[in-house]
Structures are given as structure tokens and as C-alpha cells.
Nanobody, 122 residues
């Protein structure tokens, strides 16, 4: 098993930036594919970004060019840098992990964090 804990959410103005962090524990981290999902009220959960165990990223079209996913295997951490935030980015953001890359990018892997709220508003 792997446990995931997100942090870094908060209130930010449109055009601002936030960095989300996900701390993993309980299992070896470096072999897991990781992802960030988000869910807004009344909306379906959607993939924001994912990164392979080797550090190769994938992004939703809606955030491409604005968000950057990265990982630090030595620290068991994955990050999501969010720039030029828009009100439509408002959601609860969840860290996700699985040994299977396809599961992470298609529907979400087996392991989830508790979520962290990101609110983009003036």
C-alpha cells in the first residue's frame, strides 16, 4: 500500500500561481506512476496531469502550457505547479498513484490522497 497526502491548496486570484505537493509513504515510490486529478462541484473527476515512474509527463489540454507536474523520487514527492490560474481551475485536487500507467491516465490508479482545495477567484 501507498499513502498519499496533498498540500498546497488555497485561494488565489486569477492569473496567480500555486504549487501543490503530494507526499507518498508506505511503499516504494519511485516505481509508481503518479497523477493529479481534480473534481469541481457538479462535475466529473478529470485527469489534470500524470507522470511516469521515469519522469515523463502528460497533461490535459485545458492545462497544457500552464501546469507542470514533476517528481522527486529521493523525497517521495510529486508536485503540480499551476501558473496563470483561471476560475475554471477551481476544484478539489487529488493525488493519484498506481504501478500501472494506463490506469493512472485513463480512470485513476488504485491509490488516492484526501484532496486539497484550490479556489481561483477575485
Amino acid at each position: 500500500q501507498v499513502q498519499l497526502v496533498e498540500s498546497g491548496g488555497g485561494l488565489v486570484q486569477p492569473g496567480g500561481s500555486l504549487r501543490l505537493s503530494c507526499a507518498a509513504s508506505g511503499s516504494p515510490f519511485s516505481i509508481y506512476a503518479m497523477g493529479w486529478y481534480r473534481q469541481a462541484p457538479g462535475k466529473q473527476r478529470e485527469l489534470v496531469a500524470a507522470i511516469t515512474s521515469g519522469g515523463l509527463p502528460n497533461y490535459a489540454d485545458s492545462v497544457k502550457g500552464r501546469f507542470t507536474i514533476s517528481r522527486d523520487n529521493a523525497k517521495n514527492m510529486v508536485y503540480l505547479r499551476m501558473n496563470r490560474l483561471k476560475p475554471e481551475d477551481t476544484a478539489v485536487y487529488y493525488c493519484n498513484a498506481d504501478l500501472n500507467w494506463s490506469k493512472v491516465i485513463i480512470m485513476g490508479g488504485d491509490y488516492w490522497g484526501q484532496g486539497t482545495q484550490v479556489t481561483v477567484s477575485s
